[in-house]
């Protein structure tokens, strides 16, 4: 399986670790879009992905490339959101049996599913949508090739018969677009 990050990927594991940043630049709005979902707060998200980030680089000598590292990254942030939410869940469990002698009532508790919540991850998908919707067409369409369908730049270089360079220089703009305004969004909260 071809993957664009191997050249990369190979310096790292042969000791230039700087490089590591272009992967974490790469791919951090997307992990953290991902711990999202999981975590349902943004600072929480901010934490897995980083721990996802730490735990890939860790192990990164034992990554075979029989699959896209996109994926396996992708993987790892799934166990890191799900043992945070465990590890919190449990943690919360034990608060709330001490503070309550026994009793299993949550209160204050800033995850759970509640309708503020759902309704402000609502109005999030909205605005990136909307940021989405406002790009110019060929901005969207490398965003939805890239990030969306998980094509790789050869294969969006087929589709769009655009160079390599030009479609990852369009990709960095469109991205850096939608961080600031998932940027802005969050400072307005």
């Known amino acids: 399986m071809q ?4 050249p990369v990927l190979d310096e790292i594991i042969n000791g230039n670790i700087s490089k590591y940043e272009i992967i974490i630049n790469k791919y951090q709005a997307r992990i953290i879009s991902l711990c999202f979902r999981y975590t349902k707060s943004y600072p929480d998200a901010e934490e897995v992905a980083q721990e996802a980030f730490l735990k890939a680089y860790n192990s990164l000598n034992k990554f075979r ?5 996109y994926s ?3 993987r790892i942030a ?3 959101s799900l043992n945070y939410i465990n590890s919190k869940e449990k943690t919360k469990e034990k608060e709330t049996i001490s503070e309550n002698s026994g009793l299993t009532e949550h209160k204050g508790v800033a995850s759970v599913e509640t309708p503020y919540n759902a309704y402000n991850m609502q109005i999030m998908a909205e605005k990136i949508e909307s940021v989405y919707n406002s790009l110019p067409e060929d901005l969207k369409l490398v965003i939805k090739l890239r990030d969306i369908d998980d094509l790789s730049y050869d294969e969006i270089s087929k589709v769009t018969k655009l160079p390599t360079g030009t ?8 991205r850096e677009i939608l961080t600031r305004a998932l940027e802005k969004y969050t400072e307005d909260e």
């Open 65 to 69: 490339f029989e699959s896209k590292f």
């Open 78 to 80: 799934i166990n890191c």
């Open 3 to 6: 993957d664009d990050d191997k």
């Open 167 to 174: 479609i990852k220089s369009k990709l960095h703009r469109a």
């Open 72 to 74: 396996w990254l992708h």
